[in-house]
C-alpha cells in the first residue's frame, strides 16, 4: 500500500505531499509532513553524493522508493512509502508512471530551483493526478488479493467452478463433436487437448487471482484436481493419481509463476 508520495526538487525542496487517506496515524510518529519531506531530501542529496541515485531503502515494515524526473530542464524526484511487502518493480512503476503525468503541473508551480508556488488548484491537479495512479497500479479487489490466505480463498472460490464448467462444457457430446470436426482430430486426441487446455487455463486464472507465487501454486493444483474430481468422479483411481502428480503440478506450476509475476507488478492493499 502506497501511505504517502513526496515530491521534491532538485534542491530538494518539498514541492508537494500527498498522503493516504487510511495512512496510519503512526506513519511519521507525529511529524509534520513537510519536515519528514525534508528529512527525505536530506537522505536523497547524502545518498547521491556519497555513493549514487539511491532507488529504495527499506525500514521496519515500511518503504521509501525513489525515482527521478524532468520538467523543462530541471530535474524533481517522486519519493513514495509504502509498505515493504509492496515490490520494488511495483512502486517504481507506479512512480514512472506518476513522473510522467507531473511534468506538465509541476512546470506550473515550481518556477526555478528552490521556489514554489502552489495554488490550490495545482494542488487539487496533483492530489487528482497522484490518487487516480495509484489507483492504477493498485489490484483488483486490493483487500482480497493482497494477503495469502485470503487470495488462496477466492483463487479456489473462482477457478474450481470456471474449471468444472470448462470441462462439462469440452466434455458434452454435442460440444465435443463440432470441436472435433472443426479441429480435424480424433476423441483420443480431443480428450488430451480438453486436460492440457484446462491445466493451462486453471493454472493462469488460479495464478491471477491468487496474486502470490505460494497462493498461486496451491490454487493451481487444488483447482485442476478438484474439477476433474468433481466433473469424472472418483471412479478412474488411476487417472486421478496421474493428475495428481502430472497436469496437476503443471497447473500448480502456471499458477505459482503468474501470481509471482502480478505480485510484483501491482500494488497490495494491507
Do not use: C
Amino acid at each position: 500500500m502506497i501511505h504517502a508520495i513526496f515530491i521534491l526538487d532538485s534542491s530538494g525542496t518539498p514541492i508537494y505531499v500527498w498522503k493516504h487517506s487510511q495512512a496510519p496515524e503512526t506513519l511519521f510518529r507525529g511529524k509534520d509532513e513537510i519536515l519528514v519531506g525534508s528529512l527525505i531530501s536530506a537522505l536523497l542529496n547524502f545518498g547521491q553524493e556519497t555513493f549514487a541515485a539511491p532507488q529504495r531503502i527499506d525500514f521496519n515494515g515500511f518503504a521509501l522508493t525513489f525515482f527521478s524526473g524532468r520538467y523543462r530542464d530541471s530535474v524533481f524526484w517522486t519519493v513514495a512509502v509504502s509498505d515493504s511487502l509492496d515490490h520494488r518493480r511495483a512502486t517504481t512503476r507506479m512512480l514512472r508512471d506518476l513522473v510522467e503525468s507531473l511534468s506538465n503541473v509541476l512546470e506550473k508551480v515550481s518556477l526555478e530551483e528552490g521556489i514554489v508556488i502552489e495554488t490550490e488548484s495545482s494542488s487539487g491537479e496533483m492530489n487528482s493526478i497522484i490518487r487516480r495512479t495509484v489507483q492504477k497500479h493498485l489490484r483488483f479487489l486490493p483487500k482480497w488479493r493482497s494477503t495469502p490466505l485470503r487470495s488462496l480463498l477466492l483463487s479456489l472460490i473462482v477457478s474450481i467452478p470456471f474449471g468444472i464448467m470448462y470441462y462439462l462444457i469440452l466434455e458434452n457430446p454435442i460440444s465435443a463433436y463440432y470441436l472435433t470436426t472443426l479441429l480435424g482430430i480424433n476423441s483420443y486426441i480431443f480428450g488430451a487437448f480438453i486436460v492440457i487446455s484446462a491445466t493451462v487455463l486453471i493454472g493462469a486464472l488460479g495464478g491471477l487471482i491468487a496474486s502470490d507465487l505460494l497462493s498461486g501454486f496451491i490454487a493451481g493444483y487444488f483447482a485442476n484436481i478438484m474439477s476433474y474430481i468433481v466433473v469424472s468422479g472418483v471412479s478412474n483411481i488411476i487417472n486421478i493419481i496421474a493428475l495428481f502428480f502430472s497436469f496437476g503440478l503443471l497447473s500448480a506450476l502456471i499458477g505459482g509463476i503468474i501470481g509471482y509475476y502480478i505480485d510484483t507488478v501491482k500494488l497490495k492493499y494491507v
